[in-house]
């Protein structure tokens, strides 16, 4: 790793808990992004010479603190009369210095976090793409890919979304019990871009970007502790500690993508596995089907096969056909496909997803499981045309590293599986 | 005289060890828990998953389900059992049946991590 590479690493995972507690302590959003804008300036000079601080996030809110409130008090300086209101804030800052840097309310700040880029004044795609930015700190394009968006309009989207935030009050009352709950939908959205973010990494920053996961994984129990009767946040939760389960095995050595057919089981950790199983078992119970549920259900049924041969392929199916219903997309129907080519044959799976070209023209996974599809058809030449696109659109080098290996080993075998793997 | 030793930690802590961390930590315990099974002295030894796996059964009449760990502070640990169950639903009805012959208080419920019979000779 490079010198700057740890400091943004550590930068990234801290931020949430930093620019959380920092809002805490200055009641704006403004002044809290500035306050951690100004520590990161700081760490990036410090750092590298004292090298990295015992606790990064709690460096950054110290650091952030002193240099807003130096900041406020020389514009005091320069103003002589200042609004009584903001000297008593100061006052509460001041005193809120001398808490212990403990960290114990730091997942009630993101939570306030959270529910702030949520404001009910955006629109939920400005919200998500807002607190991506703010509480994730996930730069513009990588949430533009996240959105299957442009940069530019990515760009826009956040700029406006700030602007209105900046001018609305920021409620730091908790929310009223229904209007938590409107919100946490989006909330929980947001939390599984974030988790996404970490999981869609490539191998050579897997492990850089594997505490976005975490972090997503926190969030997600943080707001199951909070509405523990809500199933699709035991849903949520189930999901990402299924999929987080699979990291260590999702990568060889040399950082190339492993499909989950060929990867070791036996290093898939068992203990989220676990505990994944038993909030999806929860949620069941409350027969208020959603989303997350089917998804966790979905993998639950791959982290339930002891070999890749005893995945129930048809219920996964069934399971997607039902995820269409409730979210469609193209992307649902795309990892539909996978499955009803296991069930029913590539043709099938193929014929399902011609429909989706127009929509998915720049989506990398839509050219590799077209290409997979035609080439266990015996396709070769469409499908090395459907490779090659993939190749060009691929996100990171994992990606496309493994397009070709996908290549040499359905060159390898290239019989239909489907007929074999139904059951 | 058995002496039950019921295990306190912030779950948040162990929850984020690593694999290796945590396997080492096992390991140490794996130690004092084997000379006891020597000893003949051991019983049941359980870990639990973590409280957002928890749900409570309230036994009011009539009981009530409540999603998550068992938060009074009015009442006070007094026992507990391990019985094995296909499922939640299936653990919550032992928990009725149990509810129905002593009412009053709670239950809660949590999924077994690991389990080690124990040895203990009585």
């Known amino acids: 790793m490079t010198d700057t ?182 909330v929980a959205a947001m939390v599984y871009l974030i988790f996404n973010e970490g999981y869609s990494a490539g191998g050579d920053t897997a492990a850089i970007r594997a505490p976005l996961c975490e972090e997503a994984i926190r969030l997600a129990r943080l707001l ?131 429909p989706l070209g127009e929509r998915l023209s720049n989506y990398f996974h839509f050219f590799g499981v077209r290409g997979a599809f035609l080439m266990q058809l015996g396709r070769n030449d469409e499908a090395r045309v459907a490779f090659d696109r993939a190749i060009a659109l691929a996100n990171t080098s994992a990606e496309a590293a493994h397009i070709r290996m996908h290549l040499d080993r359905l060159m390898r075998d290239s019989q239909p599986r489907g007929a074999k793997a139904g059951k | 005289m058995l002496y039950a030793i019921l295990c306190y930690h912030d779950e948040d802590t162990v929850g984020s060890w690593t694999k290796e961390q945590d396997a080492a930590v096992m390991t140490k315990l794996a130690v004092v828990q084997d000379k006891l099974t020597r000893q003949g002295r051991l019983g049941p030894v359980a870990r639990l998953l973590p409280t957002t796996s928890a749900t409570t059964l309230r036994k009011d009449d009539p009981p009530v389900v409540i999603d998550g760990p068992y938060a009074e502070t009015k009442e006070q640990l007094l026992g507990f059992y391990v019985v094995d169950c296909k499922n939640l639903d299936e653990a919550l009805d032992v928990a009725r049946d149990l509810g129905a012959a002593n009412p009053g208080g709670a239950y809660e419920i949590r999924p077994v991590g690991v389990l080690n019979p124990g040895s203990v000779l009585v």
């Open chain 1, 224 to 354: 199951l502790r909070l509405f523990q009767g809500e199933p699709e946040i035991m849903g949520l939760t189930a999901l990402l500690l299924l999929q987080h389960a699979r990291a260590a095995a999702r990568f060889d050595a040399a950082g190339a993508l492993v499909l989950l057919d060929d990867q070791d089981r036996a290093s898939w950790n068992q203990k989220m596995i676990a505990e994944g199983l038993a909030l999806i078992d929860k949620a069941m119970r409350h027969r208020r089907s959603g989303p997350y549920q089917v998804q966790a259900a979905i993998a639950a049924l791959h982290a339930r096969a002891a070999k890749p041969e005893d995945t129930d392929w048809t219920q996964i199916d069934l399971l997607y056909g039902a995820l269409e219903i409730m979210q469609p997309s193209p992307v649902v129907t795309l990892n539909r496909a996978v499955a009803v080519s296991k069930v029913r044959g590539p043709e099938a799976a193929l014929e399902m997803i011609e």
């Open chain 1, 5 to 186: 590479a740890w400091i943004d690493a550590a930068l990234t995972s801290a931020r949430p808990q930093a620019v959380g507690a920092l809002l805490r302590y200055f009641r704006n959003l403004d002044t809290a992004e500035e306050a951690f804008q100004n520590a990161c300036l700081r760490a990036l000079k410090s750092w590298p010479q004292n090298g990295p601080p015992r606790d990064p996030a709690a460096w950054l809110i110290m650091v952030g603190r002193n240099v807003a409130i130096d900041d406020i008090r020389r514009s005091r300086k320069q103003q002589p009369l200042p609004e009584d209101e903001a000297i008593s804030d100061l006052d509460d800052a001041e005193e809120a210095l001398a808490e212990r840097l403990d960290g114990s309310h730091y997942r009630d700040d993101i939570l306030r976090l959270l529910f702030i880029c949520c404001h009910p004044d955006l629109p939920a795609t400005q919200q998500i793409a807002l607190a991506l930015r703010i509480v994730s700190g996930l730069t513009v394009k990588q949430i533009a890919r996240a959105f299957l968006v442009g940069d530019a309009a990515m760009e826009q989207r956040i700029t406006r979304a700030k602007a209105r935030v900046a001018n609305a009050d920021v409620p730091f009352e908790t929310p009223g019990a229904v209007e938590r709950t409107e919100r946490l939908s989006v």
